[in-house]
């Protein structure tokens, strides 16, 4: 006589395989979302650096650095007129500073807030350039008597729900700055 059915042992080993599958798919799964996280941030921060290379190639197009404080922090210059994203040059050749004639140019200066955004503060106009984070930096360096500014970004940001996990880019940009004296 043959017995159809499941005894105890088997339906207690089929659990067991049940639960450890379970329970690695659950892993798997959370491991996936944290690598999701950690990429997604870091997509973030090469956008914010990269945003803010592009923000500063367009301001330092034609302009003329007239300071960068000691620490490397700001840096004060002169904006040229650009009309339908061409530079407005004058009869002699030079420039047309904004605000134009006959006032003297009025000087713009670039910096970072404390909230961490890249800002420049023209004519008592503040615009806010790039997010580089709470934590993020910018440096400039521009040699006495070089024409070759050199700005250092450092986008930093943390995962909102998650602050242990933070994600950094930097970059090293150049400008040649042709209308220095």
């Known amino acids: 006589m043959s017995r159809k059915g499941v005894t105890l042992l088997e339906t207690l080993v089929a659990c067991a395989l049940f639960a450890f599958l379970a329970g690695l798919i659950v892993t798997i799964q959370i491991a996936a979302k944290n690598a999701a996280r950690r990429s997604d941030l870091g997509n973030e921060v090469y956008r914010a650096a990269m945003l803010a290379a592009e923000r500063l190639r367009q301001e330092f197009r034609g302009a003329r650095v007239e300071s960068v404080d000691p620490a490397g922090t700001n840096i004060t210059y002169w904006l040229p007129r650009i009309q339908n994203g061409v530079l407005q040059i004058l009869p002699t050749g030079e420039p047309d500073w904004e605000p134009g004639d006959p006032a003297p140019p009025d000087r713009a200066v670039l910096s970072m807030s404390a909230a961490g955004w890249l800002q420049r503060d023209f004519q008592a106009n503040v615009r806010r350039m790039a997010f580089l984070?709470?934590?993020?930096?910018?440096?400039?360096?521009?040699?006495?008597?070089?024409?070759?500014?050199?700005?250092?970004?450092?986008?930093?940001?943390?995962?909102?729900?998650?602050?242990?996990v933070v994600s950094t880019y930097a970059v090293t940009l150049r400008f040649f700055l042709s209308n220095q004296p």
């Open 133 to 164: 984070g709470p934590t993020g930096s910018i440096t400039f360096d521009l040699p006495t008597g070089s024409r070759v500014l050199t700005a250092r970004v450092n986008a930093r940001h943390q995962h909102p729900n998650d602050p242990s």
